[in-house]
């Protein structure tokens, strides 16, 4: 891996890792995805790299360098009109909950299931369709087109969203958690065990139990898909 500027494609599903010590996860990369070393990001037992679908870096061991080929044939972003996302709605909420029935935790970093973080579980159900979101998300929440601003209404933003917008909690200051709607009051998301449900899980936009109060109470906004993303 000699030439930075090189892109490859992994061969297999591999592990990024948010540190050159390889051992918090940051993001996992499903067989076919394109890469680039990030230039300088080398030490004796990791190669930093970045992920050409949605711009994010992590950390790979040197030995994932026999799971990675040299490519040919460039990553190119999609073309996604708003009108075939729409169109794709269906399949990709199809995905959530396909998700949710298979025995499933929260993983931090997951993308690649059966467990996933939450933006990671978006992220793929997207990215199934051909519609590649950014991977984190508060970065999800800048792609989208806003539906709903933080410190908005929950109750008036229900008002306003269809099947496969995006939900987004957390802090005041940052948005740390996200859902997709799915109609009738209703999102599917992958939460973690401190303050979710340590699984995917359907809840409502309400007050009804702890775990929903603690999500409503930390609502953010909401927006709507309507491309592909393109760095």
Not at 19 to 42: D, W
Not at 186 to 215: F, M, P, Q, W
Request: proline share 5%; aromatic share 10%.
């Amino acid at each position: 891996m000699a030439q930075p500027s090189l892109e490859y494609q992994t061969q297999v599903h591999l592990n990024l890792y948010d540190s050159p010590e390889l051992k918090a996860l940051a993001t996992q990369a499903l067989q076919g995805r394109h890469l680039r070393q990030v230039e300088e990001g080398q030490t004796e037992a990791a190669i930093q790299v970045c992920l050409c679908e949605d711009g994010y870096s992590g950390w790979i061991s040197v030995a994932d360098l026999e799971s990675i080929q040299p490519t040919t044939t460039p990553y190119v972003a999609p073309v996604v009109t708003a009108a075939q996302v729409q169109e794709r709605i269906g399949d990709a909420i199809a995905f959530t909950k396909s998700a949710l029935s298979v025995p499933n935790i929260y993983l931090w970093g997951g993308t690649l299931g059966p467990n996933y973080d939450c933006s990671g579980l978006m992220q793929r159900a997207y990215g199934e369709q051909g519609i590649w979101l950014p991977r984190d998300s508060y970065q999800q929440q800048d792609f989208t087109e806003t539906i709903a601003e933080p410190g908005s209404d929950p109750e008036d933003c229900l008002n306003h969203l269809q099947p496969g917008d995006l939900i987004f909690f957390g802090k005041p200051e940052k948005t740390d958690h996200v859902a997709m709607y799915i109609g009738d009051g209703e999102y599917i998301h992958s939460s973690g065990h401190e303050k979710g449900r340590n699984t995917i899980a359907i809840d409502r936009l309400d007050e009804g139990d702890l775990v929903r109060k603690t999500y409503y109470q930390q609502f953010r906004g909401a927006g709507r898909v309507v491309s592909s993303y393109r760095l």
